[in-house]
C-alpha cells in the first residue's frame, strides 16, 4: 500500500507548519509566557482527550477514571525525575508512568469493561478515586495530601518543552488514528456499533474494550507527566472528579467519534476559559452557558461523528473543478 500520497503528504505539510507557528510564536514573544501556559494546557487537554475519546466515542465504553492514570503519570515523572538528573529522568518518568497506568487499566479493565453504561461509569470513577486516595497514603514516596513541590525542570526554555509537547501531540493522535483503522480498531467500532452482533461473529469483546482502556491510560499517564513537569507542583486535589469530568466535556463538545472535533474543543475551550478569566468567579457562568447552547444547538457535538480529511477536502475541489 502507498503510504505517502496527497492525504499524508497534507497531514504532514499542516503539521510542519503547526510546529513553526508555535516555534516562532514563542521565540519572538508573540506568544506571551502568560498565553504559553493556555498553550501548554490546551496540548495536554488533546492528548487526554484524544485518549479518552477511543475509550467512549470508538469503543463505547463510557469510563470517568482518566484522572486517575493522569494522576499515576504526573507521579511517576515527579518520583523518578527526582531520583534520576535531566532528560533521561524525564524520559524514564515518563516510560514508568506509561506502564504502570497500562499495567493499572489491564488489572481494573478485566472486571470492570464487563459492565455498561452507568455502572461502568461509576466504576472507574470510583477506580479513579482508590488510585487518588492511595496518592494520598503514601506519605513516603508521594509526599501525600501535600503534594510534591519544586519538581525538576530539565530543559533549558520553555520552548522546548512546548515543541517536545506538541510532538509528543502528534505522535499520540497519529497511533490513535492508526489503530482505529486497523483490524482490532475496526473490530473495536463494531463492540461500540453492536456489542452482541460483534461478539456472535466471533470478536473478542473484552479484549479489544481492553486494549482500548489501555491505551486511553497511556495517554493520559503521558499528559500527568507532562503535566508535572510543567508546572513543577502537583496535588492529588489536582486529580480528582472533576479533572474526568473536564476532559468528558471536551470529547463530548467537540463530537464523541471525532478526533478532530476533539482537537477544535480542546482549543475553543482553552481559549474561552482563558478569556473568561478577567470576570472572575462569573467565568464559570458564561463557561456552563457556552457548554448548554452547544448542547442545544449541537447536540452531536461541534463536528458530530464527522472528522476533517485531507482526501475529502481535495475531492470536494476536485468536484468544484470538474462542474
Known amino acids: ?29 508573540t506568544i506571551s509566557s502568560f498565553h504559553q501556559i493556555t498553550l501548554m494546557s490546551i496540548l495536554i487537554n488533546m492528548i487526554l482527550a484524544v485518549g479518552l475519546n477511543l475509550v467512549i466515542g470508538f469503543s463505547g465504553q463510557f469510563s470517568l477514571g482518566h484522572a486517575g492514570f493522569m494522576a499515576i503519570g504526573a507521579y511517576s515523572g515527579a518520583v523518578v525525575g527526582e531520583m534520576v538528573e535531566g532528560i533521561p529522568g524525564f524520559l524514564l518518568g515518563l516510560v514508568v508512568g506509561v506502564v504502570l497506568a497500562m499495567f493499572a487499566a489491564l488489572i481494573v479493565g478485566v472486571p470492570t469493561l464487563r459492565l455498561k453504561g452507568d455502572y461502568l461509569a461509576i466504576a ?10 492511595l496518592i494520598i497514603n503514601l506519605p513516603d ?81 503521558i499528559a500527568g507527566s ?33 478526533t478532530t472535533g476533539t482537537f477544535v474543543a480542546a482549543i475553543v475551550l482553552g481559549i474561552l476559559n482563558t478569556a473568561l478569566q478577567t470576570v472572575g468567579e462569573m467565568r464559570m457562568i458564561f463557561y456552563a452557558i457556552a457548554l448548554i447552547a452547544i448542547m442545544v444547538f449541537r447536540p452531536g457535538g461541534l463536528l458530530g461523528n464527522r472528522e476533517f480529511t485531507i482526501s475529502g477536502l481535495l475531492n470536494r475541489k476536485k468536484k468544484e473543478g470538474s462542474r
Request: net charge neutral; hydrophobic share 50%; aromatic share 12%.
Open 141 to 221: 514516596l508521594t509526599n501525600g495530601a501535600r503534594g510534591i513541590t519544586g519538581i525538576p525542570f530539565p530543559f533549558e526554555s520553555n520552548l522546548s518543552f512546548i515543541m517536545l509537547t506538541f510532538a509528543i501531540v502528534v505522535i499520540t493522535t497519529i497511533i490513535t488514528v492508526n489503530y482505529i483503522k486497523s483490524s482490532p480498531g475496526r473490530a473495536t467500532v463494531s463492540i461500540r456499533e453492536d456489542e452482541i452482533a460483534a461478539e456472535s461473529m466471533g470478536v473478542n469483546t473484552t479484549l479489544y474494550k481492553v486494549t482500548a482502556f489501555m491505551i486511553g491510560a497511556a495517554t493520559a499517564s
Open 226 to 258: 507532562l503535566y508535572g513537569t510543567f508546572f513543577s507542583v502537583i496535588n492529588p486535589s489536582d486529580f480528582t472528579f472533576q479533572r474526568s469530568i473536564d476532559v468528558l466535556i471536551i470529547v463530548v463538545f467537540g463530537g464523541i467519534g471525532s
Open 124 to 133: 472507574t470513577l470510583g477506580v479513579s478515586e482508590i488510585i487518588r486516595i
Open 1 to 29: 500500500m502507498k503510504q505517502f500520497n496527497k492525504t499524508n503528504a497534507g497531514w504532514l505539510i499542516l503539521t510542519i507548519l503547526g510546529g513553526l507557528l508555535l516555534y516562532f510564536g514563542i521565540s519572538t514573544n
